[in-house]
């Protein structure tokens, strides 16, 4: 088991042990990966005070057995869940941790299953540890956040030809493959022209045409670590009010990374942003939240919004992302992923973000 598997779950055990728990059941797949390295789509792990198990189906126990340490690798019977009761039954478990999210119809078979052992909701028990990320995931992180850099340089390439919504997401997803990111961080958003006062438009089959804005909301993903980052671009000009928008966004943007460090309320970055935006007349047309952390998920905890009760601490990765949506005219969002230190935000997104006009008047 590598150095930060190996934090990860003696950090576990210690919280186990702190609240009283003999075990911790895991099923969320984004949990069973920050503490095994497996990301397959069936599998259960249990994590007790000295011993943890790994259950998975055929598919994938010869993965299992080969790459994943420190767990005793079983496979599962034609019943996961007697599989489970036996181990509980062998190591005397009295009481149980499970996550919170845990799907209601599992956690009803579990109960029935395990009639004689307390099945209790641990809370934010793992979202405390996840929410703070280590060298590695840092590190994977930053990657995922580079390629996605490098798609965005090549798209506003592309979209000097005559293309739609639609044709630049397949667009952004082929580069995305090519420059070695897993997968999607999610469905990539290219919002052209009054589309872009839809703050998650689902691209159309609209060709992108002189005079829009283009929201380009993509994210890469590398060993199951997300990145998250928007940009918007115009077409051959840009009238005077969306200029005037783009402005406003990136003086909220920038003001409000300057306020990130830890110890900050993330309710009080979510203000700056705001307020700036507000200031300027255009509060009503930012009706979403700040932002948000990003890791094995791309929406995870902290969430950045005016009732958020989170305080920013060393090792968080946020999204920084206001935006102004004016219905009939278009959007501007601008969007980084920044990791919180000490004193500041290391910014992670790298791609320029000076107002841009693509020409492609010949397209």
Not at 144 to 163: E, H, M
Not at 303 to 310: G, M, P, Q
Request: charged letters at 30%; one cysteine or more; a positive charge.
């Amino acid at each position: 088991m590598n150095k930060y598997f190996k934090k990860r779950v003696n950090d576990l055990q210690k919280s186990i042990m702190g609240k009283g728990y003999d075990a911790f059941l895991i099923y969320n797949r984004a949990d069973t990966l920050y503490f095994t390295g497996f990301n397959g789509s069936s599998s259960y792990t249990l994590i007790t005070n000295n011993t943890n198990y790994f259950i998975t189906d055929f598919r994938y126990i010869e993965y299992a057995t080969n790459n994943i340490q420190g767990f005793k690798i079983i496979r599962q019977s034609n019943d996961i869940f007697e599989d489970i009761r036996k181990i509980i039954e062998k190591k005397n478990i009295k009481k149980i941790a499970i996550e919170s999210n845990l799907p209601l119809n599992l956690f009803q078979k579990l109960k029935k299953t395990l009639s004689k052992t307390q099945l209790i909701p641990a809370g934010n028990l793992i979202e405390s540890q996840r929410i703070l990320k280590d060298e590695s995931e840092i590190e994977n992180i930053q990657k995922a956040a580079s390629i996605a850099d490098k798609v965005l340089g090549k798209i506003k390439t592309i979209l000097k030809t005559d293309i739609t919504e639609k044709e630049t997401v397949r667009q952004i997803r082929w580069i995305a493959d090519e420059l070695g990111s897993e997968e999607d961080s999610f469905s990539p958003i290219v919002a052209s022209g009054n589309n872009s006062s839809l703050p998650h438009h689902k691209p159309s089959n609209k060709k992108i045409q002189k005079g829009d804005s283009i929201i380009l909301d993509l994210g890469c993903v590398i060993k199951g670590y997300h990145s998250d980052m928007t940009r918007t671009v115009f077409i051959d000009k840009v009238s005077r009010k969306m200029e005037k928008v783009y402005k406003i966004v990136l003086q909220a943007q920038e003001s409000a990374i300057k306020e990130v460090k830890a110890g900050k309320k993330c309710s009080e970055i979510d203000k700056v942003a705001r307020d700036i935006i507000s200031s300027y007349g255009y509060g009503k047309y930012f009706g979403h939240g700040l932002g948000h952390g990003v890791g094995l998920e791309i929406q995870e905890p902290p969430s950045l919004n005016i009732t958020s009760k989170y305080v920013l601490k060393e090792g968080m990765i946020i999204t920084i992302e206001p935006g102004i949506y004016i219905p009939g005219c278009g959007g501007v969002r601008i969007e980084d992923l920044v990791l919180v230190t000490k004193t500041d935000a290391r910014i992670l997104s790298k791609s320029p973000k000076d107002l841009e006009i693509i020409q492609r008047k010949n397209a």
